[in-house]
């Protein structure tokens, strides 16, 4: 059976939610990434509060007039953060990027700490084109 383990790309970044978006937007230059993980700052690198995307940084911030060297990551989190165990089938997977439509899944271990990023370009190298269709048809509804 096919796991997150084996859908997700390893190595996934913390940035800390009193992180300026201006630095969050140099680490995913650095890491060549569009998503980062936002730890939370009650237990940074171990509680994620959310996500931040290159988009967010771009809409929420820059488009909006606000100074990416002043908004913090965990400003632009809202929302329930949403993760996956490295143990979950490929069915668990879809069921809950679709359901929340998300197109980013943070694989959490055993030991709940953060191993990697389950991305719509993972899902691509792994999924049948009907799979992939179903996930985008619902992702994007």
Known sequence: MTTAADLMHPGAQWIPATET???????????DVGALPVADPRDP?????????????????????HDPARVT?????????????TEASVDDVLREMETHQIRRLP?????????????????????????LAQFVERVYA
Do not use: F, Y
């Open 107 to 131: 694989v959490i271990d055993g030991n709940k700490r953060l191993v990697g990023m389950i991305s719509e370009a993972d899902l691509a190298h792994h999924l049948t084109d009907d799979q």
């Open 21 to 31: 978006l201006d630095r969050a937007a140099q680490l995913m230059r650095e890491l």
């Open 45 to 65: 690198g171990e509680r994620m509060c959310g996500i931040i995307t290159d988009r967010d940084i771009v809409v929420g911030c820059v488009a909006a007039g």
């Open 73 to 85: 990551a965990g400003d632009l989190c809202k929302g329930t953060p949403r993760w996956i165990s």
